[in-house]
């Protein structure tokens, strides 16, 4: 092995300064480029990927708990806000994961986590009037137990709605699409209509706040208001509401919750429980695509990868044809020259890669720092390219390359058996 080691020096100080000196570096460029495309790629991806979740879980929350008929639609129908698991629900730390949707649940096997935290909302539907402008909106009501984490941080003009006074505020939180074609302010009013019934209201509120969350489908339709409004608009006590809200700990327990409440929580008969990702697939379904494309890409990064260090070890091996019917002559086995120059070749993989990890990480770093390269909002939800690094992907990537990489170079590394040392040194 010290032998293969020393001729493996001794050859990459030649060839860096032959003509193949060239094409070394060139294939160690490839290499890197190939790296810097992969890394990226997954950041982006990943990135991509949790800031979209995220907005729609902020703005949702994680599950749903309302009335059969609230399932599919937006129409209000009344549930009574006391029950067994709101709040409570929150004490229980972990849960039983249920086997295949049935009663039984799987012995000692747990959620990661609970349910972070759960809230009321309401819904009604109605239509913004503004000097002859029309537009039709509808109103989320949210009560004292709201979560402001995610809609405080998109607002852009404004404070969030205060909801702990006596007497609701005629404040309402809407977004800057809407301001923008309605042509309201902070501190505008507007005269909202509703439907009730046969009857035909009107009421006015004041604009508190402008947020903008991307989620253009969400932007477009919604606006914030104290629950109280809906209650009394559609004649309901105190105690009625449209819905609850779930947020769970861990995201990847949000199924499983879901089913041990609806399966083993005295769940009222009314009632139906679904998550977000079930009450709108479309959005997740097209985030999850973006998986095929990132493994397509990189099914044609690890291509050019492998054709370009086949090449590089086929012309090192033909550059020192007559040297390798000289070793042969000496009696060196045919696999301590294969090593050689598969040692060769795996050091011009383990550069480009090095150069590819480093160029990553550094327009990545950059990118979060600086956000420089920018996006359609309307269209990709979000306004800069996100970056996300996953250490895990990290770590993998450059061990399924390294090994993919060596197990191809055994393949064309086969020709060095088939050289004839007399052949060779007479080519020399």
């Given at each position: 092995m010290a032998f293969s080691a020393f001729l493996a020096r001794r050859l990459r100080a030649g060839s860096s300064q032959s003509s193949t000196g060239r094409i070394i570096r060139f294939a160690i460029g490839t290499?890197?480029?190939?790296?810097?495309?992969?890394?990226?790629?997954?950041?982006?991806?990943?990135?991509?990927?949790?800031?979209?979740?995220?907005?729609?879980f902020g703005f949702w929350g994680h599950i749903h708990i309302t009335a059969h008929n609230l399932n599919q639609t937006f129409e209000t129908a009344p549930v009574n806000r006391n029950q067994t698991f709101y709040p409570g629900i929150t004490q229980k730390k972990q849960f039983p994961v249920l086997a295949d949707g049935i009663h039984a649940g799987q012995p000692g096997k747990l959620t990661r986590g609970g349910v972070d935290h759960i809230?009321?909302?309401g819904l009604k539907p109605g239509i913004l009037a503004r000097k002859g402008e029309l537009e039709g909106i509808l109103l989320k009501g949210v009560g004292a137990d709201f979560k402001w984490d995610?809609?405080?941080a998109y607002?852009?003009?404004?404070?969030?709605?205060?909801?702990?006074?006596?007497?609701?505020?005629?404040?309402?939180m809407i977004s800057r699409t809407t301001a923008d074609r309605m042509k309201v302010n902070v501190g505008d009013d507007l005269l909202i209509h509703f439907i009730q019934g046969e009857r035909q209201l009107e009421r006015k509120f004041?604009?508190?706040?402008?947020?903008?969350?991307?989620?253009?489908e969400y932007d477009r339709k919604f606006a914030i208001v104290d629950i109280r409004h809906l209650q009394e608009l559609a004649g309901w006590s105190p105690d009625t509401v449209s819905g609850f809200e779930l947020f769970v700990e861990d995201l990847g327990d949000a199924e499983a919750i879901a089913d041990y409440i609806y399966y083993e929580w005295p769940l009222p008969g009314e009632l139906y429980i679904e998550t977000i990702r079930q009450k709108f697939p479309a959005i997740?379904?097209?985030?999850?695509i973006q998986d095929i494309n990132e493994r397509v890409l990189l099914i044609l990064m690890l291509l050019v990868v492998m054709i370009n260090l086949a090449t590089v070890l086929l012309i090192l091996m033909l550059e020192r044809y007559g040297m390798i019917g000289v070793l042969k002559a000496l009696g060196v086995s045919d696999w301590t020259v294969r090593w050689i120059f598969i040692r060769l070749t795996l050091r011009i993989l383990v550069i480009g890669m090095l150069l590819g990890n480093g160029l990553a990480l550094g327009l990545g770093t950059l990118q979060r720092k600086t956000g420089w390269f920018r996006l359609d909002?309307?269209?990709?939800?979000l306004s800069e390219v996100p970056i996300h690094w996953d250490p895990g992907f990290f770590f993998f990537i450059n061990v399924f390359v390294l090994l993919v990489a060596a197990l191809t170079l055994l393949l064309p590394s086969v020709y060095i058996a088939r050289i004839q040392p007399v052949n060779a040194i007479r080519f020399k």
């Open positions: 290499i890197a480029l190939c790296m810097t495309v992969i890394l990226l790629a997954h950041a982006l991806i990943l990135g991509f990927k949790e800031e979209i979740k995220a907005k729609v809230q009321v909302f995610f809609m405080g607002l852009t003009e404004g404070d969030t709605l205060s909801l702990k006074s006596e007497s609701p505020p005629r404040d309402i004041r604009i508190r706040a402008v947020y903008k969350t991307g989620l253009e997740f379904d097209w985030v999850e909002e309307s269209e990709y939800y």
